[in-house]
T-cell receptor, first 115, second 111 residues
Framework: SAVISQKPSRDICQRGTSLTIQCQVDSQVTMMFWYRQQPGQSLTLIAT?????????ESGFVIDKFPISRPNLTFSTLTVSNMSPEDSSIYLC????????????FGPGTRLTVT | SQQGEEDPQALSIQEGENATMNCSYKTSINNLQWYRQNSGRGLVHLIL?????REKHSGRLRVTLDTSKKSSSLLITASRAADTASYFCATDAEGAQKLVFGQGTRLTINP
């Protein structure tokens, strides 16, 4: 399976600021996704990161709050904008490759705390 | 809303015993996947079972799928302390690869 890395692994940020999270894969993948896991909760899909075009957001998530880029087949970023304490979560990217088109693999996550 | 529901929410057993976790979902699926998460870290992919499969094995893991009941189970045999983690099922609706996760089962293996 693809090796997925995320930066930063964790961060503590002040409210009102923004944080950009990077997701890097060691091989080309067909699909990339971003998920959020709030404390003690399960995962919720934020958006599908589309290569070279705007991301596709799920209900309840908007581009102004969570801008996403995917400039190529191995890299994507998620920005959490104008943060509030409610944004404190683990943010995870995931990928699907052509080699295993049905299996989805996750990065190690970024633990964000907003004070 | 979350599609998957998992049962039990928490499970505590002795090392060496078997652990069974159940997952139910609401709509038709292509595949169902099980993941493990240790202490709020990233998810480790355990096993994928397709909608036309009924049972699948991987090492000490056994997964069953009953599409008529819209349910799946994960059995971990001969549990070890290292199996202590949260376990999630995730489904993808037909034609999509976006995953919908269950609430998870918190498994504790006592030495």
């Amino acid at each position: 399976s693809a090796v997925i890395s995320q930066k930063p692994s964790r961060d503590i940020c002040q409210r009102g600021t923004s944080l950009t999270i990077q997701c890097q894969v060691d091989s080309q993948v067909t699909m990339m996704f971003w998920y959020r896991q709030q404390p003690g909760q399960s995962l919720t899909l934020i958006a599908t990161a589309n290569q070279g075009s705007e991301a596709t957001y799920e209900s309840g998530f908007v581009i102004d709050k969570f801008p996403i880029s995917r400039p190529n087949l191995t890299f994507s970023t998620l920005t959490v904008s104008n943060m509030s304490p409610e944004d404190s979560s683990i943010y995870l990217c995931s990928v699907v490759s052509s080699a295993r088109p049905y299996e989805q693999y996750f990065g190690p996550g970024t633990r964000l705390t907003v004070t | 809303s979350q599609q998957g529901e998992e049962d039990p929410q928490a499970l505590s057993i002795q090392e060496g015993e078997n652990a069974t976790m159940n997952c139910s979902y609401k709509t038709s699926i292509n595949n169902l996947q099980w993941y493990r998460q240790n202490s709020g870290r990233g998810l480790v992919h355990l096993i994928l079972i397709r909608s036309n499969e009924r049972e699948k094995h991987s090492g000490r893991l056994r997964v069953t799928l009953d599409t008529s009941k819209k349910s799946s189970s994960l059995l971990i045999t001969a549990s070890r302390a290292a199996d202590t983690a949260s376990y999630f099922c995730a489904t993808d609706a037909e034609g999509a690869q976006k995953l919908v996760f269950g609430q998870g089962t918190r498994l504790t293996i006592n030495p």
